[in-house]
């Protein structure tokens, strides 16, 4: 994946079998959890590439999330500061070579951005 490239879209649920079934019937997603991911299964598109997340809705995750790949989360956080937007979820890691955070524009929607490559290491 490229810097700017969407690589996985988060969407909140409050009933996970519920949305399993629903999304498996709809769409024909392959829908699992991944070891270190329990609770939060993953979700592959019939095309292979396109992926996500089946999350806990919260009261701070209530919309869907797509993530953005990134160079760099810092430079990017920065970079977002600067053109008006803020941080809605600091940087923190995902595995020893990979990290996310989440911005938010100045339209007020929340941007997620991913940084390295999960599992490789």
Do not use: C
Not at 46 to 63: E, I, K, M, Q, Y
Not at 80 to 105: R, T, Y
Request: hydrophobic share 40%; proline share 7%; aromatic share 10%.
């Amino acid at each position: 994946m490229a810097h700017g490239d969407i690589t996985h879209i988060d969407i909140p649920v409050g009933d996970m079998e519920r949305a399993k079934s629903f999304y498996l019937g709809l769409f024909g997603w392959d829908i699992a959890e991944m070891p270190g991911f329990e609770g939060y299964p993953m979700w592959r598109a019939p095309n292979g590439v396109s992926g996500g997340g089946l999350a806990p809705r919260s009261d701070d995750f209530t919309h869907p999330r797509s993530y953005v790949e990134v160079d760099s989360i810092d430079d990017t956080v920065a970079a977002a500061l600067a053109a008006g937007g803020s941080v809605a979820m600091e940087k923190q890691p995902i595995d020893e070579n990979s990290s996310w955070a989440v911005i938010v524009d100045p339209d007020g929607n929340h941007v997620g951005l991913f940084e390295g490559v999960v599992g490789e290491g």
